[in-house]
Structure formats: structure tokens, C-alpha cells
């Protein structure tokens, strides 16, 4: 396992797990106001659901595509343009996280949490080997 990408996958990691326990204590405490109507909550957690899936999508075809002419692992052009790539695919991954979170700070939904749970899941499996 390369140490380099290990690092960015836990420090991306923390951070949005820092991001989730503040935004749920933000609500909880009932600190910020619901911005969003009611009837807007099915919208918003579609939205969230769509941008989860296909940033998913992209993050792995472009992983794939960056990926796919590598030859020798041990070369350190290659190691960079692998640490690149998932790079690219673990933002491709927060993305969503990050959005189901922001969205749950301005509408108070609760199943967008549990979106941006099941993508903090997709993401720790997706820690660099």
C-alpha cells in the first residue's frame, strides 16, 4: 500500500466524518433554521441519490482511464499517475457526501444522512490497497 494515497484516504476520511458529527450536533441543537420546505425534501434527497450514483459512475471510469495503460507499479511515474487517479476518484466520491450533508444542514431531512453514511461506506472501501 502506498503511503502517500493511505494518508489522503484517512485525512479525507476524518474530515468528512468531522464534517457529519458537526452538522448533526448543528441540527440537533436546533442551532440552524430549516431553509427548505417541507415538500422539497423528496426533491433534495433524489438529487442526493443522483449526484451519489453518478459521481460513483465517473470517479470509476476515470480511475479506469488513468489506470489502464500502467505497466510497471514500482516506476514512480506511475506511482504518481495512480495516486492522480484516486485522487480523482476519492473527490469524486465526497462530493456526494459532502452535498447530502450540506443539504441535511439547510433542510433538517434525515435520510440524507443516511445517504451520505452509506457513501462514507463506499468511500472506506474504497481505501487505496
Do not use: Q, W
Amino acid at each position: 500500500m502506498n503511503k502517500k494515497r493511505f494518508f489522503i484516504h484517512t485525512a479525507m476520511l476524518a474530515s468528512m466524518m468531522l464534517f457529519l458529527v458537526i452538522a448533526v450536533m448543528l441540527k440537533k441543537n436546533e442551532i440552524v433554521a430549516n431553509l427548505f420546505e417541507v415538500n422539497t425534501h423528496y426533491f433534495l434527497l433524489a438529487l442526493s441519490i443522483l449526484s451519489s450514483m453518478i459521481s460513483l459512475f465517473i470517479g470509476d471510469r476515470l480511475y479506469k482511464k488513468r489506470t489502464a495503460n500502467i505497466t510497471n507499479i514500482l516506476s514512480d511515474s506511475d506511482e504518481s499517475k495512480i495516486t492522480s487517479a484516486y485522487i480523482i476518484k476519492a473527490a469524486c466520491i465526497e462530493m456526494p457526501i459532502m452535498l447530502s450533508i450540506i443539504l441535511f444542514i439547510l433542510s433538517g431531512y434525515k435520510p440524507l444522512i443516511i445517504v451520505a453514511t452509506v457513501m462514507i461506506f463506499i468511500f472506506l472501501k474504497s481505501r487505496p490497497k
